[in-house]
């Protein structure tokens, strides 16, 4: 049974830097695409990151160069390193994971296994 686990969420100032990580188990982790979603109130959920094989790495526009998506293959982890965050960026971040090519990996559909989220709030 595939499973994914959050972490990392937390208050944050405007600015500030936040680190959420991604536990996998129960498939072989290196064979999937790995993605970070988010979902604020009241809006659709967003592709933010996806990486795979480390070098295939697609950013949503609102993030780049503020926003790093990498993981450790080693210890089934995928990380996402959020530097000068903004109140915008506020939401549930999710991790999700599928095993097919896809040539549209920011869209929500192309994942079929989900994590149960980490909020991430950022205010003064």
């Known amino acids: 049974e595939v499973q994914l686990v959050e972490s990392g969420g937390g208050l944050v100032q405007p600015g500030g830097s936040l680190r959420l990580y991604c536990v996998a188990s129960?498939?072989?982790?290196?064979?999937?695409?790995m993605a970070w979603f988010r979902q604020a109130p009241g809006k659709e959920r967003e592709g933010v990151a996806t990486?795979?094989?480390?070098?295939?790495?697609t950013y949503a526009d609102s993030v780049k160069g503020r926003f790093t998506i990498s993981q450790d293959m080693a210890k089934n982890t995928l990380y996402l390193q959020m530097n000068l965050l903004k109140p915008e960026d506020t939401a549930m971040y999710y991790c999700?994971?599928?095993?097919?090519?896809?040539?549209?990996?920011?869209?929500?559909?192309?994942?079929?296994?989900w994590g149960q989220g980490t909020q991430v709030t950022v205010s003064s």
């Open positions: 990486i795979y094989n480390n070098n295939r790495i």
């Open positions: 129960g498939y072989t982790y290196s064979s999937y695409r």
């Open positions: 999700a994971a599928d095993p097919r090519w896809s040539l549209r990996p920011l869209f929500s559909k192309e994942y079929n296994y």
